[in-house]
């Protein structure tokens, strides 16, 4: 492998690790995801008696019939909800700010990637007899 490869992979690997960070660390992300998932339990908790009888269920007719009862009752809490429909934007909003960050680091870091790899290029075409301006 060149050195050009090597670098890059270096270089690949310190951008993962710093949007890693990011993700990891935004206070803000780590908020609404704990909301999240108190809502998500909130749901569980709320139609696990509905899930319990549609899984328990027998009967091939009546268990159908208890599939669309307990997918209703998942739907009108979370789709249907207006209170999960603020949580999935206030969630969306987050991850925007989040995304628009990590963003940023690969745009800061990628021109270093690009030109370490556009002269290996120059170099190796250069080996053939081919010159390479720029």
């Known amino acids: 492998m060149d050195r050009a490869r090597i670098q890059t992979n270096k270089e690949l690997n310190k951008i993962d690790r710093k949007i890693g960070r990011i993700y990891q660390s935004d206070p803000a992300l780590k908020n609404i995801q704990k909301e999240y998932n108190k809502y998500m339990k909130m749901v569980q908790e709320k139609t696990q008696l509905s899930y319990d009888a549609y899984i328990n269920e027998t009967d091939r007719d009546i268990k159908e019939d208890l599939k669309k009862a307990y997918m209703n009752e998942v739907r009108s809490l979370t789709i249907e909800s207006k209170?999960?429909?603020?949580?999935?934007?206030?969630?969306?909003k987050v991850m925007s700010k989040v995304n628009e960050e990590a963003l940023k680091v690969v745009n800061d870091s990628m021109t270093d990637v690009y030109t370490l790899n556009y002269n290996q290029v120059a170099v190796d075409c250069k080996e053939v007899g081919i010159e390479v301006n720029g």
């Open 83 to 92: 209170q999960y429909r603020k949580l999935i934007q206030k969630f969306a």
